[in-house]
T-cell receptor, first 116, second 111 residues
Framework: SAVISQKPSRDICQRGTSLTIQCQVD?????MFWYRQQPGQSLTLIAT?????????ESGFVIDKFPISRPNLTFSTLTVSNMSPEDSSIYLC?????????????FGPGTRLTVL | GDSVTQMEGPVTLSEEAFLTINCTYT??????LFWYVQYPGEGLQLLLK?????DKGSNKGFEATYRKETTSFHLEKGSVQVSDSAVYFC??????????FGSGTRLQVQP
């Protein structure tokens, strides 16, 4: 199973600023996903970030607001740009395990973001 | 598109009671089905999974069976404990697909 770490674990930011969240995996993985969990809500997929290709964004999420980098098979970043209080959420990265035909996804501990 | 519907919470039970959390889905193709659990203050953990119709996933006394005919994946446990108090998410996906989650069901078990 993959072990995933995220930085920062939490942050409080001012409106209009940007925050970059880092996701580090202890093994090489092709498929990585970024999700958002708004307070008291379920998880919503932001984008799929596979190494070697541009990130694919879900409806309602755009690259200008949530730029993603995937420079190698163990690392990715998600930036939340020009933040507003509505961006206050937990942001999670996850990876799919190729060892189980991609049928298991592991999640990082999340980054809890509060925008004032 | 894919969607997952699960019962509203919170569900409040006494210790040793029987638990059922309903989950139904709509999907294209033949996705895998999952139950994830989120304990207070902790991250998301995979509880169990089933990858094809009629498969039963089980872990820590919890069970769920992949029912293609009723498009369901209900979570059950015969005797809940206080330590089972958490939020439970039903999800579908796998096989290179991102996960689609249900809204989550909060379970509170009272001693």
């Amino acid at each position: 199973s993959a072990v995933i770490s995220q930085k920062p674990s939490r942050d409080i930011c001012q409106r209009g600023t940007s925050l970059t969240i880092q996701c580090q995996v202890d093994s090489q993985v092709t498929m990585m996903f970024w999700y958002r969990q708004q307070p008291g809500q379920s998880l919503t997929l932001i984008a799929t970030a596979n190494q070697g290709s541009e990130a694919t964004y879900e409806s309602g999420f755009v690259i200008d607001k949530f730029p993603i980098s995937r420079p190698n098979l163990t690392f990715s970043t998600l930036t939340v740009s020009n933040m507003s209080p509505e961006d206050s959420s937990i942001y999670l990265c996850s990876v799919a395990d190729p060892g189980d035909a991609y049928n298991e996804q592991f999640f990082g501990p999340g980054t809890r973001l509060t925008v004032l | 598109g894919d969607s997952v519907t699960q019962m509203e919470g919170p569900v409040t039970l006494s210790e040793e009671a029987f638990l059922t959390i309903n989950c139904t889905y709509t999907a294209t193709g033949y996705p895998s089905l999952f139950w994830y659990v989120q304990y207070p203050g902790e991250g998301l953990q995979l509880l169990l999974k089933a990858t094809k119709a009629d498969d039963k996933g089980s872990n820590k006394g919890f069970e769920a069976t992949y029912r293609k005919e009723t498009t369901s994946f209900h979570l059950e446990k015969g005797s809940v404990q206080v330590s089972d108090s958490a939020v439970y998410f039903c999800a579908l996906g796998g096989g290179r697909r991102a996960l689609t989650f249900g809204s989550g069901t909060r379970l509170q078990v009272q001693p």
